[in-house]
């Protein structure tokens, strides 16, 4: 499997925040670092979509 890319903490701090405001409480280290992880992920598997269709025949 290939490994996510790392982003700029500002990028995991906005979504940190959304999910902070919708669920109207702090989120511990370890939500946080699932968090994170699951956007990296998300932002790898969205590339990789973005390549299928720029290369597609």
Same mark, same amino acid.
């Not at 946080?32 to 992880?37: D, F, G, S, T």
């Given at each position: 499997?290939?490994?996510? +890319?790392? /982003?700029? /903490?500002? +990028? /995991?701090?906005?979504? %940190?925040? /959304?999910?902070?405001? *919708?669920?109207?409480? =702090? +989120?511990?280290?370890?939500? =946080?670092?699932? +968090?994170?992880?699951?956007? =990296?992920?998300? =932002? ?6 973005? %390549? *299928? %269709?720029?290369?597609?025949?």
């Amino acid at each position: 499997m290939i490994e996510p +890319l790392d /982003y700029p /903490y500002i +990028l /995991y701090n906005e979504v %940190i925040m /959304y999910i902070e405001a *919708k669920w109207n409480r =702090r +989120l511990d280290d370890t939500e =946080r670092q699932v +968090l994170i992880e699951g956007y =990296r992920y998300g =932002r790898m598997v969205e590339a990789e979509n973005e %390549i *299928k %269709i720029l290369y597609a025949d």
